[in-house]
């Protein structure tokens, strides 16, 4: 496989305008996902955001799924929160869609992140977390155990997708364990395809499938994500 073009897949939506730096690069992109997110439309969580939404309050934000779906229901109301969030890209998206509230502070992951509220502790006397249905348990367990109110409000759901694929890439990119979960239930992979994972918690996934190289983002985030192909792109096997 000599003199060829870099073939990437990305198991998950992605916008146009962060590819250039791919195909600028010659590489060769798929965008196949393996999850869909939807946000859940019940009353039960209508009423429920809108409750918080009137209480000035800490909540906790790991992803933009989860700022998408409560901003849904939040009819440009100004609210008063406090928040903490996983990423620089979910806290860019808070501060487009909840132009009120107050970031205090963005960790890498959701460990980190429960780290920073511990640090915190004296000024929070309890926690909205909005998540989805397939949350890890990491960070309401580490925030229970140093006594922390943690009111969990689920607000989107995950599904995973399988797609059977026959195609070989040099890199394959993981924004999530789930992502991961449903591309090894349809696929294997050559041993010399890289493996990027966009957080711990998604290559710690990778590994229960595959002992192929890992490389971990430095910054959780789809262009970050994509600056790290790009880095490493003298490693692919072409």
Not at 16 to 35: A, E, G, N, R, Y
Not at 213 to 225: F, Q, V
Request: net charge neutral; aromatic share 8%; hydrophobic share 40%.
């Amino acid at each position: 496989m000599q003199n060829r073009e870099p073939s990437i897949l990305i198991t998950a939506e992605t916008d146009d305008s962060l590819l250039q730096p791919l195909t600028s690069k010659s590489m060769v992109v798929d965008i196949i996902p393996f999850i869909k997110t939807e946000s859940i439309q019940t009353e039960k969580v209508q009423q429920a955001i809108g409750n918080i939404s009137l209480l000035n309050t800490t909540v906790i934000f790991t992803s933009s799924n989860a700022v998408e779906a409560v901003h849904r229901f939040m009819q440009n109301k100004k609210i008063g929160w406090k928040i903490y969030c996983v990423g620089n890209a979910t806290k860019s998206l808070i501060e487009n869609l909840f132009v009120d509230a107050t970031v205090i502070a963005v960790a890498d992951s959701a460990a980190k992140l429960a780290q920073q509220v511990i640090a915190d502790k004296e000024n929070i006397s309890e926690l909205y977390f909005f998540c989805g249905d397939k949350k890890r348990n990491e960070l309401p367990l580490l925030l229970a155990q140093n006594n922390f109110i943690v009111h969990e409000v689920e607000v989107y759901t995950t599904t995973i997708l399988q797609h059977k694929l026959s195609k070989y890439y040099d890199g394959i990119l993981f924004y999530s364990p789930s992502a991961v979960e449903g591309f090894f239930k349809s696929n294997s992979i050559d041993d010399k395809t890289i493996l990027f994972a966009i957080g711990n918690t998604t290559a710690d996934e990778i590994k229960k499938y595959s002992n192929n190289k890992i490389i971990t983002g430095d910054k959780p985030g789809k262009k970050e994500m994509i600056e790290k192909v790009i880095e490493v792109k003298k490693l692919f096997d072409v």
